[in-house]
């Protein structure tokens, strides 16, 4: 069964860094397209990133360009996200889910979200001083 743990959150400073994890399970990780998301408090869950499987592309939403890097280590079965320069406003419940294809759908596009599938249980990151 497919399984995805995301892990690395915590309490950081403006001005930080962290480094999420997404392990997955049950699955061949090399053949699928895998999106981070994330959700605030009161807030709708929005696409931060994606990289594909077929030739490593990576996608981004404005929010985080610049400042977040996604990257995949197959052999590992897990995807990174490395974010610097957080922000407050970064301060959410991280998800990492598949398309269950090779490739990404634009994370942001206003119905990403549907064309994602086998959420993990989120971790939390906090930006704030």
């Known amino acids: 069964q497919v399984h995805f743990v995301e892990s690395g959150g915590g309490l950081v400073q403006p001005g930080g860094s962290l480094r999420l994890s997404c392990a997955a399970s049950?699955?061949?990780?090399?053949?699928?397209?895998i999106g981070w998301f994330r959700q605030a408090p009161g807030k709708e869950r929005e696409g931060v990133s994606c990289?594909?499987?077929?030739?490593?592309?990576?996608y981004y939403a404005d929010s985080v360009k610049g400042r977040f890097t996604t990257s995949r280590d197959n052999a590992k079965s897990t995807v990174y996200l490395q974010m610097n320069s957080l922000k407050p406003e970064d301060t959410a419940v991280y998800y990492c889910?598949?398309?269950?294809?090779?490739?990404?759908?634009?994370?942001?596009?206003?119905?990403?979200?549907?064309?994602?599938?086998?959420w993990g249980q989120g971790t939390q990151v906090t930006v704030s001083s």
């Open positions: 049950g699955f061949t990780l090399d053949y699928y397209a």
């Open positions: 990289i594909s499987s077929s030739d490593d592309s990576t």
């Open positions: 889910a598949t398309t269950r294809t090779v490739y990404c759908v634009d994370p942001s596009r206003y119905d990403s979200e549907t064309y994602y599938d086998y």
